[in-house]
């Protein structure tokens, strides 16, 4: 079962350059998150989405874009990288409606802003 | 926005020592939800809390949901050292598309 898979692993940008993290589920689950983790703290949100088309901000979403065309794929899109963006990024999948489905977390992307 | 707080930040223990984390919240949450993290991986689910007042275990670990469902705490009996990891609390609320708030983790070191 391969569950919530990100790519990639690990990415060193320069300073202004843009990229976009790859997430993508097989579990058929309609809600999707980003969160980042910086060193020695908790995950903090980015976005979310609860379906295709639907895509809403939580606590940190400046500097980030996303879009959920599929049910599958949730890509982050960091248009102009800058060093504060230096993180953990990880992506987290849920079943919808069922209030005992936990989030199901992918490994994470390494990103370093130099 | 809501604020988890966790405690300890960390703990250092003897293997076979019995350890206890909590998280306490300014405001309620529907679920909670306790993670285990080890280095270069995600978090993983380690019990989930769905009703104030459940205590739930899951083999060493049992955890409970508090009554003012602002709280809730994390059991480990009879540590071993693959116990070592961060642990992270979380509180969901079933708006907002079930949206996580973490803690600040408790980073935990058994010693042999």
């Known amino acids: 079962n391969a569950g919530v898979t990100q790519t990639p692993k690990f990415r060193i940008l320069k300073i202004g350059q843009s990229m976009t993290l790859q997430c993508t589920q097989d579990?058929?689950?309609?809600?999707m998150y980003w969160y980042r983790q910086d060193p020695g703290m908790g995950l903090k949100l980015i976005y979310y989405?609860?379906?295709?088309?639907?895509?809403d901000k939580g606590e940190v979403p400046n500097g980030y874009n996303v879009s959920r065309s599929t049910t599958e794929d949730f890509p982050l899109r960091l248009e102009l990288a800058a060093p504060s963006q230096t993180s953990v990024y990880f992506c987290a999948s849920r079943l919808r409606g069922y209030s005992n489905q936990p989030q199901h977390f992918g490994d994470g992307t390494r990103l370093s802003i130099l | 926005g809501q604020q988890l707080n966790q405690s300890p930040q960390s703990m250092f223990i003897q293997e076979g020592e019995d350890v206890s984390m909590n998280c306490t919240s300014s405001?309620?949450?529907?679920?909670w939800l306790w993670y285990k993290q080890e280095p270069g991986e995600g978090p993983v689910l380690l019990i989930a809390?769905?009703?104030?007042?459940e205590l739930t275990s899951n083999g060493r670990l049992t955890a409970q949901f508090g009554i003012t469902r602002k709280d809730s705490f994390l059991n480990i009996s009879a540590s071993i050292p693959s116990d070592v990891g961060i642990y992270f609390c979380?509180?969901?609320?079933?708006?907002?598309?079930?949206?996580?708030?973490f803690g600040e983790g408790t980073q935990l070191t058994v010693n042999p």
């Open positions: 989405s609860v379906g295709a088309g639907i895509t």
């Open positions: 405001s309620i949450f529907n679920t």
């Open positions: 579990m058929n689950h309609n809600y």
């Open positions: 979380a509180g969901q609320l079933e708006t907002s598309g079930s949206r996580l708030t």
């Open positions: 809390l769905y009703k104030a007042g």
